[in-house]
């Protein structure tokens, strides 16, 4: 009997097993399916996040603002609040999106988005930064009622933005990367 094998089989069919062995099997087997269930939530978080890049970036390619009112990019945003203002055209970043959900989640009140995606001739008439972030889809300009434009600008940092700035009535957000 001096094969490790047969040693450990018999082990097993001892009485105590159950005892020493076998929670440990299971604790090792409830880690396992842990660790499985948190590889399948991010891949499912990952498939909807490339989903949603894939449905804008053709969308946003030829959208009119009659169209662009039906397709909402998360439960609280519609891709008409980004459109731009001129013409109508569209362009999100996926990360503005997830950063927005944050905060309209934080915050627990709609956010009133008064300027997106802007082009280059909008973006030129408003008097806007010739390399701004509106114009990348990278940034919009907020109002959320009950919050001064300061208390916007450090929740919106709390939620992932990287960049804002203050005016007197309204917020610029953005995901600068």
């Not at 990360?95 to 309209?104: F, G, P, V, W």
């Not at 933005?161 to 009535?169: A, E, G, P, Q, R």
Request: glycine share 6%; proline share 4%; hydrophobic share 40%.
């Amino acid at each position: 009997m001096s094969d490790p094998f047969i040693k450990a089989y018999l082990n097993i069919s001892q009485p105590d097993w159950s005892k020493k062995i076998a929670p440990k099997v299971l604790a090792y087997m409830e880690k396992e399916e842990k660790r499985k269930q948190k590889i399948r939530s991010a891949f499912i978080l990952i498939g909807s996040i490339l989903l949603c890049g894939v449905i804008l970036l053709f969308s946003s390619c030829a959208m009119t603002p009659a169209r662009a009112e039906e397709i909402r990019l998360s439960k609280h945003f519609k891709q008409s609040e980004f459109a731009c203002q001129c013409c109508g055209k569209t362009k999100v970043n996926i990360q503005l999106i997830i950063a927005l959900k944050k905060l309209r989640e934080k915050v627990k009140v709609p956010i009133i988005i008064t300027s997106g995606y802007r082009c280059p001739l909008h973006n030129k008439e408003v008097g806007g930064a010739k390399y701004s972030q509106h114009c990348l889809g990278n940034a919009v300009d907020i109002k959320i009622k009950g919050y001064t434009p300061a208390q916007v600008a450090r929740l919106a940092k709390e939620c992932g933005f990287t960049w804002t700035k203050v005016y007197s009535s309204w917020t610029h957000i953005d995901i600068r990367i």
